[in-house]
């Protein structure tokens, strides 16, 4: 396996995000810093590989949107503490 450092522009982008696709080889996912070249997926409900210049698009999002998670959770702790302050209210 060849690993190393290749020269890219500055990307403003999300974390995660498809910023580039190379046809015939993968796409550019943005990182914190840089990008992350992916060749190849699985998604979770398939077995089989596929090149990720066919599945993924520019613009595609991958990894977990932590905004839409914390908006979750918080939702989940409200309603949590909603039943709490009802079940004290019996005692």
């Given amino acids: 396996m060849e690993t190393g450092w290749v020269r890219c522009p ?3 982008s999300t974390v995660g995000q498809v ?3 190379i046809k015939g080889v993968g ?4 990182t914190a810093d840089t990008v ?3 060749l190849k997926v ?17 613009g595609a999002r991958l990894g977990i949107d932590m905004n839409e998670e914390n908006k979750s ?11 709490i302050s009802f079940l004290e209210q019996d005692e």
Avoid: H, N
């Avoid at 979770?44 to 599945?55: C, I, L, N």
């Avoid at 918080?74 to 039943?83: F, I, M, P, V």
């Fill in 42 to 58: 699985r998604w979770a409900d398939e077995t089989e590989v596929k090149p990720a210049w066919q599945e993924l698009k520019r």
């Fill in 36 to 38: 992350l070249e992916i």
């Fill in 10 to 12: 500055v990307y403003r």
């Fill in 19 to 21: 910023v580039r696709v």
């Fill in 73 to 83: 959770f918080r939702a989940r702790l409200e309603e949590l503490e909603r039943k």
């Fill in 27 to 30: 796409v550019w996912v943005k």
